[in-house]
C-alpha cells in the first residue's frame, strides 16, 4: 500500500514548546532536536517516538535558533542573544563557545557544508536588513555581504556547490556560487514569493529546497531552478524551521511557533543534511 507523501500529522503534543521553538536537526540515532522546549533558553530532545524532554540548559542567558551537526556530530547552535555560536558535545553534554562576534545582529539560522564550513544568516528586525556571515575552520566569524533583507533561512546545496539564503519580510530566495573555500559570488534571486513570509529551508538530496513560509502555514517545495513544485498544509500558521530525519531521511520535521509543536511528514527523496 503507497505510503502518504507530503500530509502533515501532529508529531509533539501543542504546548510543549515555547512560541520560540526553532532550529531542528535530527542525530544519528534518529532524534530530534529543537530549542526552547518548556522553556526559553533549552535545548529540547525528542525522541523517534516523540517523547520530549530538556536535553541541556544553555548558559549565561543564552537563547537558541538553528542547530547543526557537524560531520564529527558536535551540535552547534545559533546563540542569538549573546552572538555566538555555541557547541555542545554530545557524549559529555558540555557547552561551550565554538565563535563569538560581537559584531553580529543575531546569529539567526545556520548551515554547514560537508567538510564543516558554518554560514550563518544574521537579520536586523528593527532595520529591516541583514547581513550573511561564514564561520570557518578557524572559528572565527567572515561577514560575507551586508545589505541584504531581514536574511533568516540558509543552507547549502547537496552538491556543496551553491548557497541559498532567504530574506523574510522581502519574500525574496538568494542563490550564490559557492567555492570549496566558502567564498561567494554570483548572487541570483532564485525566487519571490507574493505574500506570506519565510523562516527556515533545508535541501533534499535532489537539490530541492522546502522553505518553511511562517503566517501562511505551508511548506514550498521549490526546485533548483527555482520553480514552486507544492505546498505542504501544515495545521499550526507560524512554521518556523524544518529538518529531515528518520531512518530513510525521508521524514520532514518542522517546528511551529503558535503550537509550541513539531509536525512531520514524508517526501520523496531524503534530506541532504539532518
Not at 544568516?121 to 551586508?146: T, Y
Not at 519565510?198 to 535532489?206: I, L, Q, S
Not at 520535521?253 to 543534511?273: L, Q, S
Request: charged share 25%; aromatic share 8%.
Amino acid at each position: 500500500m503507497a505510503e502518504d507523501l507530503y500530509v502533515a500529522t501532529e508529531f509533539t503534543p501543542r504546548g510543549g514548546f515555547t512560541d520560540g521553538i526553532e532550529g531542528p536537526a535530527c542525530d544519528r540515532e534518529g532524534n530530534i532536536y529543537a530549542v526552547n522546549f518548556a522553556r526559553q533558553g533549552t535545548i529540547g530532545k525528542v525522541t523517534p517516538d516523540g517523547e520530549c524532554s530538556i536535553f541541556v540548559e544553555l548558559p549565561d542567558g543564552s537563547i537558541g535558533n538553528g542547530i547543526r551537526f557537524t560531520s564529527r556530530g558536535d551540535m552547534l547552535i545559533a546563540d542569538y542573544t549573546n552572538h555566538n555560536i555555541l557547541k555542545v558535545d554530545m557524549a559529555t553534554r558540555a557547552i561551550s563557545v565554538y565563535a563569538h562576534e560581537p559584531a553580529a545582529n543575531q546569529p539567526n539560522d545556520i548551515c554547514i557544508t560537508d567538510d564543516d564550513i558554518v554560514f550563518a544568516s544574521d537579520p536586523n528586525w528593527a532595520r529591516g536588513d541583514g547581513q550573511i556571515w561564514r564561520i570557518g575552520h578557524d572559528r572565527r566569524f567572515v561577514l560575507l555581504e551586508r545589505g541584504m533583507g531581514t536574511t533568516n533561512g540558509i543552507e547549502v546545496s547537496p552538491d556543496g556547490r551553491t548557497l541559498y539564503v532567504n530574506e523574510t519580510v522581502q519574500r525574496n530566495v538568494w542563490a550564490y556560487d559557492l567555492s570549496p573555500q566558502g567564498e561567494i559570488s554570483n548572487k541570483r534571486l532564485l525566487i519571490q514569493f507574493p505574500d506570506y513570509a519565510m523562516d527556515g529551508m533545508r535541501c533534499d538530496v535532489e537539490g530541492n529546497l522546502y522553505i518553511t513560509r511562517w503566517g501562511k502555514g505551508t511548506v514550498a517545495k521549490v526546485s533548483p531552478r527555482g520553480e514552486l513544485l507544492l505546498e505542504v498544509q501544515l495545521h499550526g500558521a507560524q512554521c518556523t524551521n524544518i529538518t529531515f530525519g528518520g531512518p530513510d531521511g525521508r521524514t520532514a520535521y518542522v517546528t511551529v511557533a503558535d503550537n509550541g509543536n513539531i509536525e512531520r511528514f514524508r517526501v520523496e527523496a531524503r534530506g541532504r543534511h539532518t
